[in-house]
């Protein structure tokens, strides 16, 4: 399955309570209720969430938030395959991350998987979206 997560560093004037708060209201006026269902995309097409994939890129898209990032072939084969990928936005500070340096596997599994972040998440399949 596809991933993408978006996550705060916590680094803003509030600290990581601020940053949080402010991911609920992000979540909520989304249409992401935090800790689930997972929202499919596909059936909710005035879902403010978008995948866009070209080359060896991701860009999602959503109310003050658009991300970017490269994703290896195997992403892009699997995304081709399903037609779409999983897309979690938690509201939990991920301090350790660094914007533009690549996470070490087991640190994204350890924290994406941790039962903390997933309740404090987002969930949804977004439908990949080309230019093309």
Sequence with gaps: ???????????TEGGPEATAEAMRVLLR??????GGPVVDGS????LP?????????AVVSMPH??????????WLAAVKQRGHAY??????????????EPV????????AGDEETLLNSGHCLLPARSLR
């Design 1 to 11: 399955m596809p991933f993408l997560l978006a996550y705060s560093l916590g680094d």
């Design 29 to 34: 006026d989304t249409g992401l209720p935090v």
């Design 43 to 46: 059936r909710n097409p005035s």
């Design 49 to 57: 969430v978008s995948l866009l994939v070209e080359t060896d890129q």
């Design 65 to 74: 938030l658009h991300a970017q990032c490269v994703v290896p072939p195997e």
């Design 87 to 100: 897309f979690m936005v938690t509201t939990r500070a991920w301090p350790d991350a660094r914007p533009g």
């Design 104 to 111: 070490d596997e087991k640190r994204l599994a350890e924290f």
